[in-house]
């Protein structure tokens, strides 16, 4: 099976080394290629355009990079059109990937969306876009779920990805003693008024 996974920022190479390896536990019989880094790169996915070179903050970022943007898009589609993967596999990066999944809907290629934006905060037009440019999408934060299935978008939550890389070495009464904090509920943090009336 073939899968081409694409992400842009340093956290997507991770999140996507993460994703990579955990289907190479489950089979033997899988290729990637796509776009990232060296997290990426260290799995043995063939990468095809250096995600740093897409990663950008800012208009100003963006108009300097639009170059290389334009190339990579040109490098990913050519290879889906040449030597189709089985499964498209878009990590964040928004306004590049749903180009991406526009295009591999256009050919037949069924897309997965791995993180994708936080639709629910801001830019909510884009849940339709979504809707008709993904077959799946892995939500990392659990309300996102209903949400985007409320939208009819086909939603899973899945985990947050850093719950497999942090581990508490403290208890939450331990770590307030050893930094000197008075402890705090989740109610006085969200409601303040609240707990100042009593």
């Known amino acids: 099976m073939k899968i081409m996974i694409v992400t842009g920022e340093a956290s997507g190479d991770l999140h996507g080394a993460n994703l990579v390896r955990a289907l ?7 290729s990637f290629c796509g776009m990232g880094g060296n997290e990426l790169k260290s799995l043995g996915v063939e990468i095809l355009f250096d995600a740093a070179k897409v990663s950008v903050v800012g208009i100003v970022e963006v108009v300097a990079r639009l170059k290389d943007i334009f190339s990579a898009q040109s490098i990913l589609k050519k290879r889906m059109v040449l030597d189709p993967p089985d499964l498209l596999i878009l990590i964040d990066l928004p306004d590049f990937n749903l180009l991406l999944a526009k295009k591999a809907k256009k050919i ?20 339709e876009i979504i809707r008709e440019r993904t077959d799946k999408v892995g939500v990392i934060l659990p309300f996102e779920e209903s949400f985007l299935k409320k939208r009819g978008v086909d939603a899973r939550y899945v985990g947050h990805p850093l719950l497999d890389s942090v581990r508490p070495t403290l208890t939450s009464e331990k770590f307030y003693e050893k930094y000197d904090i008075a402890p705090v509920s989740a109610a006085s943090v969200c409601f303040p008024e609240a707990e100042n009336r009593k």
């Open 24 to 30: 190479q536990s489950r089979s033997s019989d899988l």
């Open 108 to 127: 037949g290629i069924p897309v997965f969306y791995y993180i994708p934006p936080q639709v629910w905060a801001w830019r909510q037009g884009r849940t």
